[in-house]
């Protein structure tokens, strides 16, 4: 099961940074953190990970505190295609060593005109 | 490059019914996901190969859906027979295996299932 907690609605204005949070309290030290968001009618995106410092790509940027148990997805300027539903993942490990993405509800994220 | 390609993209059927859906991950992924999306829910693991060997189907109700992945390439996920909680968009998704952590899955854009 998934080991995150996520805000399940946020509302943002169009040209405004959305920032949405996650709490990851049991994440062990080797496991990183993964975003993901699903437009309706698609499958999911990938958009960012972290382990420990922050990130930054050209979709996003992702801030892990240093206890690493939460982490926040900034979207810094938002648009109403960003509108959408992201999952925060922890990476979790089945016993033959694979690993899996367990997704949660995630937070449905609207972006306002 | 060409994405995960699914079909069909919907289907309809009976409950008891049998269905098939097929699944052609991106060129070079040794790792092939199926999941299910129950509406307002996200998407649940069903079963994980990689290559052509399963590594992962806790979640897969196997005494009605069944996968295969021959060659290490393509995918079928069957459902028989069909039931009407079975109703839900399956996903496929395929990523390259990197030692020590996950790699980015890319995911196609689903079948959508309606059992009648």
Known sequence: ????????????????????????STISGN????????????????II??????????????IITEDRKSSTLILPH???????????????ANPQGAQKLVFGQGTRLTINP | EAGVAQSPRYKIIEKRQSVAFWCNPISGHATLYWYQQILGQGPKLLIQFQNNGVVDDSQLPKDRFSAERLKGVDSTLKIQPAKLEDSAVYLCASSLRRQGRVAEAFFGQGTRLTVV
């Open chain 1, 1 to 24: 099961d998934a080991k995150t907690t996520q805000p399940p609605s946020m509302d943002c204005a169009e040209g405004r940074a959305a920032n949405l949070p996650c709490n990851h």
């Open chain 1, 31 to 46: 496991e990183y953190v993964y975003w993901y968001r699903q437009i309706h009618s698609q499958g999911p995106q990938y």
């Open chain 1, 49 to 62: 990970h972290g382990l420990k410092n922050n990130e930054t790509n050209e979709m996003a940027s992702l």
């Open chain 1, 78 to 92: 938002a648009t109403l295609r960003d509108t959408a539903v992201y999952y925060c993942i922890v990476r979790v």
